[in-house]
Structures are given as structure tokens and as C-alpha cells.
């Protein structure tokens, strides 16, 4: 027991942190943000929840965040005007920021259009971020049209909708590619998973 | 196979996302928000760290949202006038909101003074919800006076300081109520755990 016991463990105890690297540890694997961007309905969704779903099964620590969790709360007082975009993108780094801290396999799906927001999120993140373009020719997108946005766009019913009225600056320098297009969704989710383990983010086993 | 084999697999593929409990299960534990509330100095930010540090060694998922990961990054457009309070508590909330999805035993700490504030965050959070008052004494917070904010409340140099200048309004219903002022760290916090493990949020080990 040493000299400084006693009054001073408040001390000590609040410098025992647990730290990122404690649960990095903990967890076997790497923290990082996945960011998903493409057009609505180049699959971004589809293939962050079916990349976690298999980063699950292989015991890792992982977290989607999407529209459908962040819209109806933490960014429900925002619209979809340009300052409320960017508010929105920004909220969703930052939280994206405390998930990595927790030593958590971020992924988030947003169609997220503009280099800039995306540029803003790669500095907040750092190294953390990995940026997946899915890469789904509006043609298709808009033949797929799954939730009728994109009808509704050409009718002039949606204000600025990304790819139609307002435009997709797609990524120059993404980390990965996905022809989330042209190809089935099995293989694309192959592309990621193999991706991460050349990263080192996570270890691949018989799958490598 | 079944019939809808092959062109729906996307839809079977998004079906299949990570639940909650899927990851409670892989964790061990139960997901639950402990929110720590009390005066400034009243030791939340501690005893969270410290049970935070207990929880990680027996294996849970822990983090803790206190204000130096939400100031300076999610809430940083917030000031300290009531409405941004407000929105600084229901900000903090829908984050701990996704971290319970995510299955972490999440622990804020934030004076959190009023009741109607504290009472939203149980309202959104239902039974995940945890109060746990860290009932320190004004007297004894203002003895401690770490970083000398109530010297300076005292001299007027603070407006709307909790506990002089704005009120606290003490937990009439909280979960638990931990001395904080009158016992040491350590008894505080095998408090807190014997708490988690008669509620059946995590197993206790020995020490149950």
C-alpha cells in the first residue's frame, strides 16, 4: 500500500479510466466508423446492417446508425434545409466519435452527398474513418425506386433530393468501392469483410 | 431454400438485423442507463468512472457520457441558458438511448438539477432508466469546492450556479441513493454493484 492511500483514492480511482485500448482488448478487435454513402437506394442500408449481422457472428462489438435511429431522435428537431443537413451530419460524427471510444465496429448509412460533410466527418475522425462508396448508377437506383422517392422527386413533390434536383458529389478518394449495382449482396458483403481484415480491424478466420 | 430464394434475399438480408438482445446475450449483461444526478462536487463523475472501471472487470460493456465527451463535441453549440440545457439533457438521452440499443451499460453523469428534466430522460428511456442520487450535502460539496466554482458562485462571477444561485431538486423516487458525502469510494461503489446484481443487470461473481 502505497504513501498516497487513504484520502487521496478518489484520485486514484478517477484515473482509471477505462480506456478505448482497454476495450479494444476486451473485444478482440478494432474500433472504427464504416461510412456507408451513396444515392438513396444504392443499398447502403441494406449492406451496413447485412456487413454487421456478419461482424456479429464472429463475436465482434458493432453498432448501425442510420436514419431510421437518429431522425425520430437525437436529430428530430432538424429538417432537411441545407444548415439542417450538415447539423445532422455533424451530430451523427459526433456520436459515431463516442461509439469508437467505446471500442465499438461503427457502421452509419447516410447518403451523406457532399465531399465537404464527408471531409468534415474524416478530420473530426481521424484514422477512424473509412469512408465505402456504394457505387449504384442512379439508373438503377431509380429503376429499384423501393420507396417511391425518386417518382416523387421527377413529379417535383421533393424539394433538393440527391441525385435528381440536388447533386451527388461521389467520393474521389474512398477507401473502398462497393458495385453495390452489379453484383448480389453476398458478394459485396464479402468485399467488406475481406476489406477489414487486410486493415487489420478485425481477424478473419477461415473466411481471409 | 425456400421460394422466396434469390431476388428477395435483399429483403431477407435487412430482416435480419442485430437486435438488442442478440447483443445483450453476447455481452452476458443486461443494457440499462445508470444516471448519475447530485450537486457539483457530489462525486457522480467519480463513482461512474470507478463503476464503470469494476463493470469492465468483470467483463460488461460499459461507457460513460459525462459533460467532457458532450460539451466539447455533440452539445458544443450549446450554452448554459435553460432551453439549452434542456436540449443538452434530451440530446444526452437519445445517445443513451442508441447505446442501450447497442447493448452497453451506459452511465451518464450531469448535475441534471431538475426533475421535470430527469423525468423526460425516464419517460423516453422506460425501464432502462436508472436514477441513482449522489446525495452529497451542499455543505460538503462547497467544502470540497475542487474546482473552485462555488468560491466563485459565492462572489456572483457564476449565474444560475445549482445549489446557490438555481436549485437542485433531490430525487424523490430515485432507484438508489448513494451517500457519496459520508463514505468512502470503494463502499459507494460495491453500493452501486450489489444494486446491479439484485436487479439482475449483471451476474455477480463472489462478491454478490
Redesign the interface.
Known sequence: MGKSEGKS??VV??Q???TRQ??EA?NGHRAAVLWFTGLSGA?K??LA??V??RL?EL?A?????DGD?VRH??CR?LGFVDTDRV?NIR?VV??A???V????LTLTAFISPFRRDRAQARELLGGDFIEIFCDTPLDVCEGRDVKGLYAKARAGEIPAFTGISSPYEAPEHAELVVPTGSE???ASVQRVMHFLGEQGLIVMGEEG
Not at 61 to 65: E, G
Not at 101 to 104: K, L, N, P, R, S
Open positions: 483514492s478518489n480511482w478517477h482509471g479510466h477505462v482497454m476495450r476486451q443499398g442500408s441494406t446492417h447485412a454487421e449481422q456479429h463475436g462489438r458493432t453498432f448501425v446508425i435511429n431522435g437525437l428537431d447539423e451530430r459526433e456520436v466519435g463516442l461509439f471510444q467505446a471500442g465499438v448480389p449482396l453476398a
